[in-house]
């Protein structure tokens, strides 16, 4: 954003677990926002004078004690809100505490059918044919238009009110999330709101993103050191990447093998450090550290915070060889949110990376951003080959790929095989650079199989493939059935392997790890 510009759209976060998905959306859209608690909404309002506000989702009831306080005044400011999911039943309920029907149990969850056809279409809807599917969830909804306000969008046949408007008081409200991929469009809605309702100008470009995170840091850092672990995968190698020119040699680069990498990792990480004119350390010496720690563990939560606790004893020592105060750390705004730290989200996984208090200060210069916009920042330094191409790949790496046994470097060897061999078939079909991400993971229950004219009693694998742009949310990549053969074939060829499975599950339910 242009220093010079201020903030045209603030976000008021209400505990939706795709509050940062807003802000995302909106910069790829080219708007610069802010994501506040309700708090500090007013003041900062009151000051700032944004051209719209949008009111995220949300789990609370507008009825809960503990719902978010937000200030009823916003609403008289003149400016443009937009209501999103519980946004939008709060801005019922204040209009007319009579609209809103409490859900007894469970939630609406899921794609919708969303309507428009209405006599006079609504501005936020312009460019929209008269029906889109949208993903929708929540427990209460809006059972009528608050006085003043019409309805906009409707489904099941107008049914259930979808959308609802009162442009008079500049009041835009919608019960789906027009902020997630899953919603068809779903950046014209948005568009509509920031450009055609709030008349906001575009403020956003990639080499401002570089310029800000260089000058932050910086700043931040001063005189004193700072360590930054690389891992090959697109965040802190990126990171670093931007960094280095701007840090010199107050910032040093390692990368530490934990005995959990892929297939090859280790020449690959040296290939990417000298592409990206990093100068990197490549540490070997606590891979048996890790290995011999977490092979007794194999619940998964257990497993992510002795990585954790591991990792970050290993970080303590190597920074302290190199009189470091500070930590710089790749962390996205995903591993934020499902570690429950940003905003007000439940915690979904313990990340390795996140939170850790080793006694050095943190900057986490991604920590607003999402992994197909650091994809975009990686191609500006020429790595779109050896880093923004390849799958990402979690700190904890294969250590994540063995489901409930004890991990052991013999296990690892096989995960890691197989792995290597999955990708060279996705590779050799044209299908690695379709798939967001590939899991391959030894599930730990033995089956029985048979090879030649034997029992085999063996482990079987299961092989996921899926398709997303910032993994909040995924899709199944479903693989070709000829993939699939070639995968099986290749997989049973080893003696310990008896079954293959395949999963497509899309998240949520399911995550895109196992662990
Ligand atoms: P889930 O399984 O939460 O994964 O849907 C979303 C994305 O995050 C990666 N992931 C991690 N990355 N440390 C990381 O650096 C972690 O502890 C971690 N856990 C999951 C995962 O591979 C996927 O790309």
């Known amino acids: 954003m242009n220093e010079k510009n201020k903030i045209q759209i603030l976000i008021i976060d209400l505990g939706s677990q795709y509050t940062q998905i807003i802000r995302r959306s909106l910069?790829?859209?080219?708007?610069?926002?802010?994501?506040?608690?309700?708090?500090?909404?007013?003041?900062?309002?009151?000051?700032?004078?944004?051209?719209?506000?949008?009111?995220?989702?949300?789990?609370?009831?507008?009825?809960?004690?503990?719902?978010?306080?937000?200030?009823?005044?916003?609403?008289?400011?003149?400016?443009?809100?937009l209501g999103i999911c519980y946004g939008m039943q709060w801005l019922a309920y204040i209009n007319d505490k009579d609209t809103i029907e409490v859900k007894k149990e469970g939630k609406s969850y899921g794609p919708v059918q969303i309507n428009f056809s209405f006599k006079?279409?609504?501005?936020?809807?312009?460019?929209?044919?008269?029906?889109?599917?949208?993903?929708?969830?929540?427990?209460?909804?809006?059972?009528?238009?608050?006085?003043?306000?019409?309805?906009?969008?409707?489904?099941?046949?107008?049914?259930?009110?979808?959308?609802?408007?009162?442009?008079?008081?500049?009041?835009?409200?919608?019960?789906?999330?027009?902020?997630?991929?899953?919603?068809?469009?779903?950046?014209?809605?948005?568009?509509?709101?920031?450009?055609?309702?709030?008349?906001?100008?575009?403020?956003?470009?990639?080499?401002?993103?570089?310029?800000?995170?260089?000058?932050?840091?910086?700043?931040?850092?001063?005189?004193?050191?700072?360590?930054?672990?690389?891992?090959?995968?697109?965040?802190s190698t990126t990171l670093a990447a931007i960094l280095a020119p701007a840090l010199g040699n107050k910032l040093k680069a390692f990368f530490i093998d934990t005995g959990g990498m892929r297939k090859g990792e280790i020449e690959k990480i040296k290939n990417i450090a000298q592409k990206a004119n990093l100068n990197l350390e490549i540490i070997e010496k606590y891979k048996n550290k890790f290995i011999n720690k977490i092979g007794m563990v194999i619940d998964a939560e257990a497993k992510r915070a002795t990585f954790r606790t591991i990792y970050g004893e290993v970080f303590h020592e190597v920074a302290k060889s190199y009189g470091a105060t500070y930590m710089i750390q790749g962390t996205l705004a995903t591993d934020l949110i499902e570690s429950g730290s940003g905003g007000k989200s439940v915690l979904i996984k313990t990340h390795h990376n996140v939170d850790l208090d080793l006694g050095l200060k943190e900057i986490m210069p991604l920590s607003d951003y999402f992994k197909f916009e650091i994809r975009e920042l990686a191609n500006e330094f020429g790595l779109d080959e050896l880093v923004s191409k390849r799958q990402p790949f979690p700190g904890p790496g294969l250590y994540l790929r063995i489901i409930g046994v004890p991990v052991t470097a013999e296990l690892l060897e096989m995960v890691r095989e197989a792995d290597a061999e999955v990708t060279e078939i996705l590779e050799k079909y044209g299908l690695y650079n379709k798939i967001s991400q590939t899991v391959v993971a030894l599930l730990g229950t033995k089956t029985v199989g048979v090879k030649g004219d034997g029992r085999v009693y063996g482990y079987s694998f299961v092989v996921r493939t899926v398709e997303?742009?910032?993994?909040?949310?995924?899709?199944?990549?479903?693989?070709?059935?000829?993939?699939?053969?070639?995968?099986?074939?290749?997989?049973?060829?080893?003696?310990?392997?008896?079954?293959?499975?395949?999963?497509?599950?899309?998240?949520?339910?399911?995550?895109?790890?196992?662990?």
């Open 120 to 235: 006079n279409k609504s501005k936020l809807f312009e460019k929209l044919k008269e029906n889109i599917n949208a993903w929708s969830s929540h427990g209460d909804s809006v059972k009528k238009a608050p006085k003043d306000f019409i309805i906009i969008a409707t489904s099941q046949d107008g049914k259930v009110i979808e959308a609802i408007e009162c442009e008079e008081k500049k009041l835009w409200a919608v019960q789906f999330h027009p902020e997630v991929e899953e919603t068809q469009d779903e950046n014209i809605i948005l568009n509509n709101f920031v450009i055609g309702i709030c008349n906001c100008e575009k403020d956003y470009s990639r080499k401002d993103v570089i310029e800000e995170i260089r000058k932050n840091t910086k700043i931040e850092l001063g005189n004193d050191i700072a360590i930054i672990g690389v891992s090959g995968g697109v965040d």
């Open 468 to 515: 997303t742009t910032d993994f909040m949310t995924v899709k199944g990549f479903y693989l070709p059935k000829e993939v699939c053969e070639e995968i099986i074939s290749t997989l049973s060829r080893h003696s310990e392997i008896v079954r293959v499975f395949f999963d497509f599950t899309p998240k949520p339910p399911a995550t895109t790890e196992f662990e």
């Open 27 to 81: 910069r790829y859209l080219g708007f610069y926002s802010i994501i506040l608690p309700p708090e500090k909404s007013l003041e900062w309002i009151k000051v700032n004078k944004p051209k719209g506000i949008i009111l995220s989702g949300g789990s609370s009831s507008v009825y809960d004690i503990d719902a978010p306080k937000i200030p009823k005044e916003i609403v008289n400011l003149n400016i443009p809100i």
